[in-house]
């Protein structure tokens, strides 16, 4: 029996489980890291379970790219839902605040932004149009208070 925590060595007893899509991921259910990877032992290095997987069953990874989970699945390790892309298309396609924020069409006032850089204000996208009332707002009070 392996000591606890340690990573698995991948082999051809290596134990997954079918998950419930069309082409089904498979779960990796031994020890996880804590952002819910699988981990593995691979040709003697510790590794993430996706990437040993992807190696061994279909190629290498390119130089620069990382693996995108198409599935959506942390645990999952079927090479057939992994696609190398960069890390940035990699972030953008996933649920983080940078990707929500980098596929906004409009502003919170339902603005839309323009196809252009909508400008930034300390790395924030900044709505020109509510920008443009804004000041408009601030001036005619200032004429008001004079």
Same mark, same amino acid.
């Given at each position: 029996?392996?000591?606890?925590?340690?990573?698995?060595?991948?082999?051809?007893?290596?134990?997954?489980?079918?998950?419930?899509?069309?082409?089904?991921?498979?779960?990796?259910?031994?020890?996880?890291?804590?952002?819910?990877?699988?981990?593995?032992?691979?040709?003697?290095?510790?590794?993430?379970?996706?990437?040993?997987?992807?190696?061994?069953?279909?190629?290498?990874?390119?130089?620069?790219?990382?693996?995108?989970?198409?599935?959506?699945?942390?645990?999952?390790?079927?090479?057939?839902?992994?696609?190398?892309?960069?890390?940035?298309? !990699?972030?953008?396609?996933?649920?983080?605040?940078?990707? &929500? $924020?980098?596929? =906004?069409?409009?502003?919170? /006032?339902?603005? @839309?932004?323009?196809?252009?850089?909508?400008?930034?204000?300390? !790395?924030?996208?900044?709505?020109?149009?509510?920008?443009? &009332? $804004?000041?408009? =707002?601030?001036?005619?009070? /200032?004429?008001? @208070?004079?």
């Amino acid at each position: 029996m392996r000591p606890r925590g340690s990573p698995l060595t991948l082999t051809g007893d290596t134990i997954v489980t079918p998950g419930p899509m069309p082409s089904p991921c498979l779960v990796w259910k031994w020890n996880k890291n804590w952002k819910g990877y699988g981990r593995v032992k691979y040709k003697g290095t510790k590794i993430v379970a996706h990437r040993a997987f992807y190696l061994h069953f279909c190629c290498a990874i390119p130089e620069g790219l990382t693996l995108d989970h198409l599935c959506r699945n942390k645990a999952c390790v079927n090479w057939e839902h992994l696609e190398p892309v960069t890390m940035k298309v !990699n972030l953008l396609r996933g649920n983080a605040v940078s990707a &929500l $924020n980098a596929r =906004k069409t409009h502003c919170l /006032r339902g603005h @839309e932004f323009a196809e252009k850089s909508p400008g930034t204000i300390r !790395n924030r996208r900044i709505c020109r149009v509510c920008i443009r &009332l $804004n000041e408009q =707002k601030r001036r005619a009070k /200032r004429r008001a @208070e004079a």
